[in-house]
């Protein structure tokens, strides 16, 4: 099974932080004061739901739609936030999640890059037709900005040859998210870098037609 992550739920936040530091959840952080209150959001490939809590008492929305393939890393998510009957866990491949509602907001860290050039394309054209007009997708992910180091492009391929041998990821190499974004006229509003810039985290929004 590809981008199975049960293998290594139980240390996924230890290896995180012990590679990252902290830089992964300052990038999922940055933005979440930005997100409007009380909203209906999506929240796809959350993992073990470290930032949960954080964007519960940051955003207060109304509800979030968790939707997480690995049912091991849905229960230590779903521990985190005992009592919550704001969030709905979903355990699901996001490609058969049908939505039911329209979200303000749709969030996706560390997901897509999980995937080859054609599943991004079809996964960020389902996030489009989940988002409501005037939506907000919160994404935060490794990005390829042409422009790398050698050392930096050695770290990528150490960090997807691991994935590969413990979660069976699908791809090799860091994707062109920005092509992808351009395809479904998405169109950044804010955005910051970490990690020696090969982290963004990003709003986007729907290009308004005659804007
Ligand atoms: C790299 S982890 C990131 C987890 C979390 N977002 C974070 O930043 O810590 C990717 C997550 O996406 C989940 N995932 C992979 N494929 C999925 C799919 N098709 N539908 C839903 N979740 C998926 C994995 O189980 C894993 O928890």
Same mark, same amino acid.
């Given at each position: ?69 690995? /049912? ?6 779903? &521990?985190?936030? !005992? +009592?919550?009957?704001? @969030? ?41 037709m989940s988002l409501s007009t005037d939506g907000l997708w919160l994404f935060a992910d490794f990005v390829d900005r042409g422009h790398y180091q050698w050392y930096q492009k050695v770290f990528v391929k150490l ?15 860091? /994707? ?6 351009? &395809?479904?006229? !998405? +169109?950044?509003?804010? @955005? ?20």
């Open positions: 099974m590809t981008n199975n992550y049960n293998h290594i739920a139980f240390i996924y936040d230890a290896l995180v932080r012990l590679v990252f530091g902290h830089q992964l959840v300052k990038a999922q952080r940055c933005f979440l004061s930005e997100l409007p209150q009380n909203a209906n959001i999506l929240f796809v490939g959350g993992g073990t739901g470290k930032i949960l809590p954080e964007l519960l008492s940051i955003a207060q929305p109304h509800i979030v739609d968790y939707v997480e393939l690995s /049912p091991k890393m849905i229960s230590i998510a779903k &521990k985190r936030c !005992l +009592h919550q009957e704001r @969030v709905q866990f979903i355990q699901k491949d996001f490609n058969d999640f049908v939505p039911n509602k329209k979200y303000d907001v749709v969030i996706t860290f560390f997901f897509l890059d999980l995937f080859e050039e054609e599943k991004i394309n079809r996964l960020i054209q389902k996030i489009n960090m997807y040859a691991f994935f590969r041998l413990f979660t069976n990821v699908e791809r090799h190499k860091l /994707p062109h998210f920005l092509n992808h974004f351009a &395809k479904h006229s !998405l +169109h950044t509003i804010k @955005v910051k870098h970490f990690f020696h810039g090969l982290i963004s985290s990003k709003i986007l929004v729907k290009e308004k037609r005659g804007a």
